[in-house]
T-cell receptor
Framework: KAGVTQTPRYLIKTRGQQVTLSCSPISGHRSVSWYQQTPGQGLQFLFEYFSETQRNKGNFPGRFSGRQFSNSRSEMNVSTLELGDSALYLC?????????????FGEGSRLTVL | QQQVKQSPQSLIVQKGGISIINCAYENTAFDYFPWYQQFPGKGPALLIAIRPDVSEKKEGRFTISFNKSAKQFSLHIMDSQPGDSATYFCAASYDGGSQGNLIFGKGTKLSVKP
């Protein structure tokens, strides 16, 4: 069974630009969550989508947005990039049902903002 | 109230020794407490998880101890091996972990010396 796939794996942007990251969940998983990982703040929850609806949202500004498609694939977008947005962005998928708490993480998209 | 505090930040253990990582939480609504293991260049992977109705859970060399009254939980790694060298994250969430919104601790970098 294929794992969670994230693309691109690495990207470099400049301040003010926008970026779109993509995530393909494990087949059959309906929940996709996004996390930002930085050395200073650790792993921080961005948002979660379940059946194309945003079910949970973390404490990030509106520049961070996401969506989920009918095949459960998800994208996240960051507009007007700031230097502080440099981070590893991790996507995780799960069944999204009660009693099935395991999140399966991808290897991440490493974003560098110059 | 949303925080999960993890200690120590780093830990060095000799091969065969016991590694102990501690976490504390404030929000009594949390009802799912997983531990994730992350190797460099990889996404986190679930190691073991516990719900507050039990005080201890063991899987192989890994044990979670849970103290509901103290709002603390810890990971014990028995007979630590160099292959256990990784960063460990405790986390907490609601609804039995059915949703992808985990609150992570800041992580503990474990080094097991041969």
């Amino acid at each position: 069974k294929a794992g969670v796939t994230q693309t691109p794996r690495y990207l470099i942007k400049t301040r003010g630009q926008q970026v779109t990251l993509s995530c393909s969940p494990i087949s059959g998983h309906r929940s996709v969550s996004w996390y930002q990982q930085t050395p200073g703040q650790g792993l921080q929850f961005l948002f979660e989508y379940f059946s194309e609806t945003q079910r949970n949202k973390g404490n990030f500004p509106g520049r961070f947005s996401g969506r989920q498609f009918s095949n459960s694939r998800s994208e996240m977008n960051v507009s007007t990039l700031e230097l502080g947005d440099s981070a590893l962005y991790l996507c995780a998928s799960s069944l999204g049902r009660s009693g099935t708490g395991e999140l399966f993480f991808g290897e991440g998209s490493r974003l560098t903002v110059l | 109230q949303q925080q999960v505090k993890q200690s120590p930040q780093s830990l060095i253990v000799q091969k065969g020794g016991i590694s102990i990582i501690n976490c504390a939480y404030e929000n009594t609504a949390f009802d799912y407490f997983p531990w994730y293991q992350q190797f460099p260049g990889k996404g986190p992977a679930l190691l073991i998880a516990i719900r507050p109705d039990v005080s201890e859970k063991k899987e192989g060399r890994f044990t979670i101890s849970f103290n509901k009254s103290a709002k603390q939980f810890s990971l014990h790694i028995m007979d630590s091996q160099p292959g256990d060298s990784a960063t460990y994250f405790c986390a907490a969430s609601y609804d039995g972990g059915s949703q992808g919104n985990l609150i992570f601790g800041k992580g503990t970098k474990l080094s097991v010396k041969p």
